[in-house]
T-cell receptor, first 114, second 112 residues
Framework: DSGVTQTPKHLITATGQRVTLRCSPRSGDLSVYWYQQSLDQGLQFLIQYYNGEERAKGNILERFSAQQFPDLHSELNLSSLELGDSALYFC?????????????FGSGTRLTVV | DQQVKQNSPSLSVQEGRISILNCDYTNSMFDYFLWYKKYPAEGPTFLISISSIKDKNEDGRFTVFLNKSAKHLSLHIVPSQPGDSAVYFCAARVSGNTPLVFGKGTRLSVIA
């Protein structure tokens, strides 16, 4: 157990639908990062939150949004889903400086859009 | 634009031999480099890192080498063990709490 909890582990939904992925960071970590891993692609950075505030944005589609709540858990909302959104979505957390080993990753949510 | 490139999608090595995984980067502002290991159905886990002020960092069977002039780093695993079979991701970042940029990964298979 890495200390980063992601739910659900698997999600199957239809095109056009909306889903919410949830992440609880490791205790004490203030930063949360969301990454997408599609087939044959590396880990693509989506968005970073630090202590409730958006800190950095990557290749995140406008149909996607995220937030970090006061208890530091984060949610990634994916709407108007398309087949190409099928991927593994990872959440990671780090301390304020991302020192040492960098991030601690959760085990991911596998999203399948049919 | 792929800032971190792992040009070998897969690598197969015999148990006991050396595994060498390579990574190239294009952003000269990167100053911290990491390797992560990923097993199926799990998230990536940190393996080893190196700061740009060093050219080598060793941790047990794992050594990372950094060649800044060539913008190249490599991960050496000696001796390789079947349990090392996994996908290895190279990652890099600019200083501070900036997002890590990952390569596409190399799948290592260690054959007994």
């Amino acid at each position: 157990d890495s200390g980063v909890t992601q739910t659900p582990k698997h999600l199957i939904t239809a095109t056009g639908q909306r889903v919410t992925l949830r992440c609880s960071p490791r205790s004490g970590d203030l930063s949360v990062y969301w990454y997408q891993q599609s087939l044959d692609q590396g880990l693509q950075f989506l968005i970073q939150y630090y202590n409730g505030e958006e800190r950095a944005k990557g290749n995140i589609l406008e149909r996607f949004s995220a937030q970090q709540f006061p208890d530091l858990h984060s949610e990634l909302n994916l709407s108007s889903l398309e087949l190409g959104d099928s991927a593994l979505y990872f959440c990671a957390s780090s301390d304020s400086q991302g020192r040492g080993g960098g991030y601690t990753f959760g085990s991911g949510t596998r999203l399948t859009v049919v | 634009d792929q800032q971190v490139k792992q040009n070998s999608p897969s690598l197969s090595v015999q148990e006991g031999r050396i595994s060498i995984l390579n990574c190239d980067y294009t952003n000269s502002m990167f100053d911290y480099f990491l390797w992560y290991k990923k097993y199926p159905a799990e998230g990536p886990t940190f393996l080893i890192s190196i700061s740009s002020i060093k050219d080598k960092n060793e941790d047990g069977r794992f050594t990372v080498f950094l060649n800044k002039s060539a913008k190249h780093l490599s991960l050496h695993i000696v001796p390789s063990q079947p349990g090392d079979s996994a996908v290895y991701f190279c990652a890099a970042r600019v200083s501070g709490n900036t997002p890590l940029v990952f390569g596409k990964g190399t799948r290592l298979s260690v054959i007994a």
